[in-house]
């Protein structure tokens, strides 16, 4: 028992040394989100001695152990380091590990299971489309001239919602409930979008300012704060290509706040140099209407 609690108290002291001594991500979870998505959440180190410059995010199909497994992956995100969130796209059902590093000068890329790195695999639930056999498939019912259906077909009647939202009347909703039909399809929102060249602090210029604001206000979901500071930004003489991403930040903003109709007229300003990233956030936010 004594031998026992040494050893914890050996254990313990060891890592409350590497903790002060080095920057390590702590308290990191993997969990599945909708759709492909799986969600990563973790704390920052406490007062490290050194300024963190990035977060490292690497995924592998086995526990990440060590150093030697760590070096043979590529990171399949570079992130800012103030975030403490990831999701990452994955387009099967496979059990994935993932691990977290940060980087200050270097990148301390010491690996703790259940710390830094995740213990337990983490996936997507697929769900197999299963079309209906022959002998189930509906036929459509045909009507002579002049005959009435056994239930009336629902009459849509909106009424205004929040925010310009349209929204089913409860009357209409509850009619259309015995037939098996939904009103409205509630359509997935999406997930915030940020260009590689403003992971990183830039050493100064344009791209140093449209980084600050994004620290400051965007990344921390102060998006009324970010829409006055990005509109101030667009009105000075930056550069284009800042320019253009300030104003996705800021149709960005706007689609956040749930305010669809601004965030289109900004995403259509930079359609035409962002054409798929834009049609993406346009589509939804028409969808969202």
Known sequence: MKKFCFLAVAVLSFCTKIFAERPIIQDIQAFAGSSNRINLVWNLPQNPDKELTQLLVYRDVSPISSYAQLAKLEPIAKLVPILTSYTDTVNDSKDYFYAVIAVTDEPYDIIMMSINSTVTG?????????????????????????????????YLDYVDGIEKEYKVSEEVAASVKPLGI???????????????????????????????????????????????????????????QTRNRAYFYLGESYYMLAQYPRAIKTFVKIESVYPALCKQWIDNSLDQL
């Open 122 to 154: 983490c996936h997507v639930s697929v769900v197999a489309k299963n079309p209906l056999s022959k002998k189930e498939e509906k036929t459509e019912r045909l009507y002579p001239k002049g005959s009435l259906r056994e239930i009336p077909l629902p």
């Open 182 to 240: 939904t009103a409205k399809k509630e359509v997935p929102r999406l997930s915030i979008h940020i260009f590689e060249e403003d992971l990183i602090s830039p050493d100064g210029g344009d791209d140093f300012l449209l980084f600050e604001v994004l620290k400051t206000t965007f990344i921390q979901k102060k998006y009324k704060e970010a829409i006055k500071e990005l509109e101030k930004l667009t009105g000075t003489n930056i550069s284009q």
